[in-house]
């Protein structure tokens, strides 16, 4: 039961964003009382966190690289900034929705550009320890490795975003996502030049 309300909740999602999510919506969709949800999850609030936690440990085992522990760390941020970029695209109208999202509940998980992303965010964090493997960066402060791994997600999630919302062909995504990792990296690099 508990994951039919959760599959209720998927479709919600990919039909009317992470806002759309209610109660009633659940029930009406399975055809079970509101009730009977609550019998599941304390609230609308459980089941979105639940949403997003799922959506995270894909991002995580995305950027993980764990396949790819003999490549340097320059290849290691090309790379994660590629499988980044594709992993939303691939989850499509459910990324778009949870990350445009200001819900408080939503924001709790998702946020990034606050001091101290790095310890709250297991991805943002990732992105600060290939930073700090990099010529230049060894010497950093942790702030400001912090700053450049926000600035590169933001980079990445708006490239994400816009090849969501525009379905460009996947010859020419292919290309805009190789190009974004390249930028990527050679804007970081010249920062410590």
Partial sequence: MREEILNAARKIVASSGIDGISIRKIADMIEYSPASIYHYFKNKEEIVEILIGENYKKILETLSLSDLSEITPEEKLKEGSKRFIQLAVQMGDAY??????????????????????????????????????????????????????????????????????????????????????????????????
Wanted: charged share 20%; aromatic share 6%; net charge negative.
């Fill in 96 to 193: 778009k929705s949870v990350m445009l999202s200001d819900s408080k509940t939503v924001l709790a998980h998702t946020s990034v550009l606050q001091r101290g992303a790095a310890k709250e965010r297991p991805a943002v964090g990732m992105l600060c320890d290939t930073l700090r493997k990099l010529p230049g960066y060894q010497q950093k402060a942790d702030n400001q490795i912090e700053m450049a791994a926000q600035i590169i997600w933001s980079l990445a999630f708006g490239l994400a975003l816009r090849l969501i919302i525009e379905q460009v062909e996947e010859e020419q995504q292919q290309q805009l996502i190789d190009n974004a990792a390249e930028f990527i990296f050679s804007a970081i690099k010249n920062i410590t030049d």
